[in-house]
T-cell receptor
Framework: SQTIHQWPATLVQPVGSPLSLECTVE??????LYWYRQAAGRGLQLLFY??????ISSEVPQNLSASRPQDRQFILSSKKLLLSDSGFYLC???????????FGEGSWLTVV | GQQLNQSPQSMFIQEGEDVSMNCTSS?????WLWYKQDPGEGPVLLIA?????ELTSNGRLTAQFGITRKDSFLNISASIPSDVGIYFC???????????FGKGTRLSVIA
């Protein structure tokens, strides 16, 4: 069966510091991968999605970036965090061309 | 871009009551999904709908894919305290396009 795992689960970072959130999927090949952000009590905002290694589509211009160095690995990064980057970050996956996506456990980021 | 209007935004109900929430869109989708998110966790898929007019149940949950392909509803019967959470609808046009999410319905159940 397929599993998705993201880490760290919680993170407290000072303004201006870098960020790296990682996500891996097991049990499938060539998945579509996604990063979403959820501000406290709000809806889900799609940040990036990827249909293959090295292929990244950005939905929202911001100081975050994403990379897909391996087929089942998706990384969310920032060189300098802003206070407004605080939120709950969710990684998700779907099969290629699939019509259902599955979410990871989420990572809480607090920028102080 | 595409947007989903999900309503109501929040609900407070008594345990045992039935619940209904819905999503509408200005454009068509070929898949409708309903997720539930518990506090501090990722959303979990409840029901997936792939065909216009489809009515699907999962225990006490029932969801329908609207005939026009522009709407969907989710019903929860005989609510219980563990139904508390945020429910999201999501629409998908095709396999390699991103899901479009509604803004969620926050459900509170009063025992």
């Amino acid at each position: 069966s397929q599993t998705i795992h993201q880490w760290p689960a919680t993170l407290v970072q000072p303004v201006g510091s870098p960020l790296s959130l990682e996500c891996t999927v097991e049990g499938t090949s060539n998945p579509n991968l996604y990063w979403y952000r959820q501000a406290a009590g709000r809806g889900l905002q799609l940040l990036f999605y990827s249909v293959g290694i090295g292929q990244i589509s950005s939905e929202v211009p911001q100081n975050l970036s994403a990379s897909r160095p391996q087929d089942r690995q998706f990384i969310l990064s920032s060189k300098k965090l802003l206070l407004s980057d605080s939120g709950f970050y969710l990684c998700a996956w779907s099969v290629t061309g699939g019509n259902t996506i599955y979410f990871g456990e989420g990572s809480w980021l607090t920028v102080v | 871009g595409q947007q989903l209007n999900q309503s109501p935004q929040s609900m407070f109900i008594q345990e045992g009551e039935d619940v209904s929430m819905n999503c509408t869109s200005s454009s068509i989708f070929n898949t409708w999904l309903w997720y539930k998110q518990d506090p501090g966790e990722g959303p979990v898929l409840l029901i997936a709908l792939y065909k216009a007019g489809e009515l699907t149940s999962n225990g006490r949950l029932t969801a329908q894919f609207g005939i026009t392909r522009k709407d969907s509803f989710l019903n929860i019967s005989a609510s219980i305290p563990s139904d508390v959470g945020i429910y999201f609808c999501a629409g998908l046009l095709s396999g390699n396009t991103p899901l479009v999410f509604g803004k969620g319905t926050r459900l509170s159940v009063i025992a």
